[in-house]
T-cell receptor
Framework: GAVVSQHPSRVICKSGTSVKIECRSL??????MFWYRQFPKQSLMLMAT?????????EQGVEKDKFLINHASLTLSTLTVTSAHPEDSSFYIC????????????FGNGTRLTVT | AQKITQTQPGMFVQEKEAVTLDCTYD???????LFWYKQPSSGEMIFLIY??????QNATEGRYSLNFQKARKSANLVISASQLGDSAMYFC????????????FGTGTSLTVIP
């Protein structure tokens, strides 16, 4: 149980275009989902917390207008990288957890974005 | 502030041997959770093991065990009988009341299992 699906796994786009990444909780409802960014050989950096039915909470330094997050249902959160630039190239990974004190984060398989 | 420290950027272990990956943390919370994740080169994050701050027994999950020393604020991961498939990045993470729903991750340790 507690499967998180992320799509697409890889995307290559041209500079200036927008890319949408989907994150779905397949067998549980997630009122909160988390979006992380990971640079090569580095740890996960929390970008934002996605809240179902309300605005996302962004971490300091993360541009809200560049990284649009929508959490329209209890099983789906989307991250849209708007007007992508080469410096946005990275590995983006979403996660969610089943409610409970000791419940771990369950991650999607990540999306490798390359902006040319 | 919460802080997770993993001081070993890279580790090597002979196949079938045991290896310990270090993790120390800093928190003012009394109740918190510690988690270990494995990230193979393919990128997915795989949950391995959990330890609660009030758990008196060290957590175990198959070949994984957690050496929890609360007074030292350490939560080291022990992998027994290493296999080639254990080669990956390993991340320690912590969650507590003052972090809300957030998990704080360490910088990771790259483990290489040598045949």
């Amino acid at each position: 149980g507690a499967v998180v699906s992320q799509h697409p796994s890889r995307v290559i786009c041209k500079s200036g275009t927008s890319v949408k990444i989907e994150c779905r909780s397949l067998d549980f409802q997630a009122t909160t989902m988390f979006w992380y960014r990971q640079f090569p050989k580095q740890s996960l950096m929390l970008m934002a917390t996605s809240n179902e039915g309300s605005k996302a909470t962004y971490e300091q330094g993360v541009e809200k207008d560049k990284f649009l997050i929508n959490h329209a249902s209890l099983t789906l959160s989307t991250l849209t990288v708007t007007s992508a630039h080469p410096e946005d190239s990275s590995f983006y990974i979403c996660s969610a957890r089943v409610t409970g004190h000791n419940s771990p984060l369950h991650f999607g398989n990540g999306t490798r974005l390359t902006v040319t | 502030a919460q802080k997770i420290t993993q001081t070993q950027p890279g580790m090597f272990v002979q196949e079938k041997e045991a290896v310990t990956l270090d993790c120390t943390y800093d928190t003012s919370d009394q109740s918190y959770g510690l988690f270990w994740y494995k990230q193979p080169s393919s990128g997915e994050m795989i949950f391995l093991i959990y330890q609660g701050s009030y758990d008196e027994q060290n957590a175990t999950e198959g070949r994984y065990s957690l050496n929890f020393q609360k007074a030292r604020k350490s939560a080291n991961l022990v992998i027994s009988a290493s296999q080639l498939g254990d080669s990956a990045m390993y991340f320690c993470a912590m969650r507590g009341p003052n972090t809300g729903n957030q998990f704080y991750f360490g910088t990771g340790t790259s483990l290489t299992v040598i045949p």
